[in-house]
């Protein structure tokens, strides 16, 4: 029942809280046998990376892992902002035509030396191309290594944008492309544009195993890798040539720790001194303690509900239609979120451009959705599954108890669902599969721009490639998106992505549930922290202090 869910949701706020104000007084400020050596910054992360390599992954567990501490990319963004800056490229021009880019590479970049590689020269022009190619090129040596599926570069049409990449000299890269396309130059800072190193890649070819790019990693960022416990911790080093300077904080550890109250005792220990995503309950408690600091951001996210559109019952609109009514999102937002959270009918937020709420929108009506149900052919209800979130994340901070409430919703329509979970990589890999019926996903935005969230999660090329989870195909919707990405004009822009969410609303292949405000815990001793819109977190400005 949703209201056994909500009161011992309640009860467990009570007790947590209370335990909580009982603690914070002991453990704040007054150092511990648990707290963590001076020199080290421990950060407590929410699951496993499904990979150490970027340009593999997508999920913001495995950004954070990895694009901000191991590599860096051509360009990046300010942090703070989404305002592109330069990074291993020092400039760049761009063709009167809008298709030709050329980037000028910043010298004397230094690779990571480690136990497992000892670099021979700087970074240059080929590990650009390394790096692009084995996302490109399918006969790339590395491309079908770990499987040849790069969700974010074919999911995204990369595979058909970049009609050519090449060395012009050695810190010069020319990259032509078929068309204009607004958002290239802020997608060239996401975390799949890392920059490997060429010759490191050379060395494990030769040597018979090029898996371990992927696995034991060598970039340019500011921390090196160390070690890799999986489901325990990730251990990292300070790149003592790193060319923006050497990060202040010799050692970084990533703690991963999957449940949310434990990464809040951790803080209070001192076990750690960053945490993402802290419980939603215990946020008024946290704001006010000496020794804390509890930061907060509009979050650029969507927390959703995917609906597989290849699979019946949900191949049918006035399915996905009843399903959308039946679900009541402010209940979830007051009982998950703490109300931290506003309700959703698109899948982007309001605040980025483009947005409108003028499209169809499904308040909770169940009946109606029993309504629509018979209409197509389901007077009885049916049965199904619905896969919940392994993983707390800002945009759906307790999974399984939102599915116990979405069962429960459901349930009252005559929709019977079985709630299943797994790991988070496994999660994630059986998804893109599309071995679910219904499962909660959710997105943080990469670069600001509409077209991160409408073709990244709509696009028809999107389906086989691993990003659109609704597996949603629909020819003239993927027209508007495509034709969006081909002008910079934002006036034009917008018009067409109107269009595309009037469209999206209209079919409904994800129920939006919530646009999150996102959370850190930190110890008053860091300083440097800056949260950023894309939900990832950056490490090289940091510093500890002694309170």
Known sequence: MVVTA???????????????????AGMIGGGTAHAS???TLVYCSEGSPESLNPQRMLSGTARNATATTIYDRLVDFRPGTTEVVPALAERWSISADQKTYVFHLRRGVKFHRTAFFTPGRDFNADDVLFSLNRQWKIDHPYHRVGGGNYQYFQG???DQLIVSAARVDAYTVRIVLSRPDAPFLADLAMPFMSILSAEYGAQLLAQGRPEDLDSEPIGTGPYAFRS??????????????????????AHLVFAITPNASVRMQKVLRGECQISVAPPPADLP??????????????????????????KPPFNHVLVRRAVAHALNRQAYIDAIFDGNAKPAINPYPPS????????RTYPYDPAKARELLAEAGYKTGFSTTLWTLPVSRPYNP??????EMMQADLARVGIKVDLVTYDWPTYLNKIRRGEHDMAQLGWSGDNGDPDNFLYTLFSCDAVTRGSNNARYCRRDFNALITEARATSDIQVRSRLYGRALAMLADDEPIVPLAHATVFRLLSARVSGYVMNPFDIDYFADLSLNDL
Do not use: F
């Open 6 to 24: 909500r009161v011992a949701l309640l009860r467990g706020r009570v007790r947590r809280t209370a335990c909580l104000l009982g603690v914070l």
């Open 37 to 39: 050596p001076a020199d």
């Open 156 to 158: 995204m049409g990369m």
């Open 228 to 249: 890799y416990l999986k489901d325990s911790v990730i251990r990292y080093d300070a790149h003592p040539q790193y060319w923006r300077g050497k990060p202040a904080i």
């Open 285 to 310: 408690a946290l704001r006010t303690q000496k020794g804390l600091v509890l930061q907060a951001q509009d979050g650029l996210n969507i927390g959703y509900l995917a609906m597989n559109v290849e």
């Open 352 to 359: 980025l451009w483009s947005y409108t709420d003028q499209v």
């Open 398 to 403: 307790n999974g399984r108890t939102m599915g």
